[in-house]
């Protein structure tokens, strides 16, 4: 059996040109022709690969590398081996990303799963929708009435795109999405699986029982923005939830109704953001970092993986734990329960011997 591969081959580049893209200087000029034809990891690559080197851990790794080159700060360029052709730059990971990105555009976003440009016979799409030339709907996807979608966009197989919802240009909806009560703006990628503008959580309990509260906002998501999959952003209640400019959201993050995240943000796998939360430009959640409803998060605030936010978080901090407090002082108060379990455990021994001695006497 043959191994597949899922992307193109990539277009080869000389270390000229791959200077040139990245503003390395390379150490040896006269192999600026040298073909390279992909990027690998140093364990990986092999003489017409590019590696990176960054970190003096991965010493044994790069003496071992057969990689035709390698991207490198000044400061570690010393340890390359001689074989391997030397790019030096002053953030090697950073660069080899870009290299990266222009040998595999193919894989910077989802394209048809039927390698099909247009409309597949088998999508319904309502009469009054509107989709701009150049769209591409794989099979079995339902799209709505009064439902608008911008040139370039793909909606993949089983995607169900809702009434009047509105989907800018060079987008992605991957397979099995719902999207209701939306707006989504251009270069948005949404991965497979997620869930769109559905019910906020919203009761109101009684004696008779839970009422549900009426869910009239809408979800806007602004350019740039990427959800992986299985995520799920619910619609606002009485006002919008917003997701802004350029944020980056993990797998499995729930969003509730009413939460408006700020631009660039990043939220990491299994996080939950409760209704009516204020996250900031540039703020980062870790994984499974949970914050309550109604909560403020500062731009730039960074909290850690497994903290939970309640109330406030002040702008440009590091916090963590539960509830989150300062990073600093929340390993100080780490470090001294610890301590007080080694000496609670150590008195108790002591005290068991004295009495053991006092049984023996």
């Avoid at 191994?3 to 390395?24: C, D, N, R, S, Y």
């Avoid at 009434?163 to 949404?190: K, P």
């Avoid at 989150?324 to 470090?335: T, V, Y």
Wanted: glycine share 14%; with cysteine; proline share 5%.
């Amino acid at each position: 059996m043959t191994q597949p591969t899922f992307f193109k081959t990539p277009v080869k580049m000389t270390l000229a040109e791959i200077a040139a893209l990245t503003g390395a200087q390379l150490a040896d000029p006269s192999r600026a022709g040298q073909i390279i034809g992909g990027v690998s990891t140093l364990d990986a690559a092999g003489p017409m690969h590019l590696a990176f080197f960054d970190k003096r851990k991965y010493g044994d790794e790069l003496a071992q590398s057969h990689a035709g080159a390698c991207l490198v700060s000044e400061q570690l360029q010393a340890e390359v081996p001689d074989r391997i052709a030397i790019l030096r730059v002053a953030n090697p990971y950073a660069a080899f990303v870009d290299v990266g990105r222009a040998l595999h555009a193919d894989s910077l976003r989802p394209q048809s799963s039927f390698g099909q440009e247009g409309i597949a016979p088998s999508a319904v799409i309502h009469p009054e929708a509107w989709l701009e030339d150049g769209v591409t709907v794989d099979p079995l996807a339902v799209i709505g009435p009064g439902a608008e979608i911008g040139s370039g966009t793909v909606i993949g197989s089983n995607v169900v795109i809702g009434a009047n919802v509105r989907i800018g240009r060079d987008c992605s909806i991957g397979a099995g999405t719902t999207v209701l009560h939306a707006m989504i703006g251009n270069e948005v990628i949404i991965h497979p699986g997620c869930r769109i503008g559905q019910d906020g959580y919203g009761f109101v309990s009684g004696p008779g029982g839970h009422l549900k509260v009426p869910q009239t906002g809408r979800v806007l998501i602004q350019n740039d923005v990427e959800i992986g999959a299985g995520t799920t952003i619910d619609r606002g209640a009485l006002r919008d939830t917003v997701i802004g400019e350029g944020t980056k959201i993990d797998n499995l993050v729930q969003i509730g109704h009413n939460v408006t995240i700020g631009r660039r943000c990043i939220i990491v796998s299994q996080s939950g953001v409760a209704g009516s939360s204020v996250l900031g430009d540039g703020v980062v959640l870790g994984a499974r970092v949970g914050v309550s409803d109604h909560a403020i998060i500062g731009a730039g605030a960074l909290l850690a993986a497994r903290s939970s936010v309640v109330g406030e978080v002040p702008p440009n901090v590091r916090w963590g734990g539960s509830p989150a407090k300062p990073i600093k002082q929340f390993f100080r108060e780490l470090f001294e329960v610890q301590r007080l379990g080694r000496e609670g455990g150590a008195n108790s021994k002591s005290r068991s011997s004295g009495a053991d001695n006092e049984e023996q006497a």
